[in-house]
């Protein structure tokens, strides 16, 4: 079974605030690197798909980056809204059809 | 893309008892895969199930336990028999085309066992 782990388990900033997670992962067979969304009682769905050491990319006020060498991902997002608040997943994709999601980042956006 | 539905989207039952989870999508695809996420636990595989042959099912997770249905390519169910209280968790399903692009999900059942 693979470890993947995410922190902070669960956050609460101001709106307005920006703010950050972390996502660790298998730095060996390394494929690829999901970031998802889930809103309560919603489909969870997808933010970025990265593949590449380095890899950046940005949605919006969301953004990550990636470091498949030392095995982590960063989600950014820049004035958080209450709107953002859901629970953000990250699964890792090795060898095989499998993903390794972590445990979540549970994210509230207080007005 | 794909749009999945499941249903029921929750449920409380009696312990003993079983629960049948389905999901439909709105193309056809390949594979279709079942997941569960226990209390303050990752979300983790429980099979995944291809049109025309049996599940494959992860370490940890049986057919009998969990059988589970796929009659066509837009279509699957998982049964939760013979519950108990560890069976509370919330059931995902889902489909993808390969490890690089996004995975669809239903909008998951919330299973209660009291």
Known sequence: ??????????????????????????????????????ETAKSPEALFVMTLNGDEKKKGRISATLNTKEGYSYLYIKGSQPEDSATYLCAFAGTGNQFYFGTGTSLTVIP | SAVISQKPSRDICQRGTSLTIQCQV?????MMFWYRQQP?????????????????YESGFVIDKFPISRPNLTFSTLTVSNMSPEDSSIYLCSVGVGRNTEAFFGQGTRLTVV
Do not use: K
């Open chain 2, 26 to 30: 709105d193309s056809q695809v390949t």
């Open chain 1, 1 to 38: 079974i693979l470890n993947v782990e995410q922190s902070p388990q669960s956050l609460h900033v101001q709106e307005g605030d920006s703010t950050n997670f972390t996502c660790s992962f298998p730095s060996s067979n390394f494929y690829a690197l999901h970031w998802y969304r889930w």
């Open chain 2, 40 to 56: 303050g636990q990752s979300l983790t595989l429980i099979a995944t199930a291809n049109q025309g042959s049996e599940a494959t």
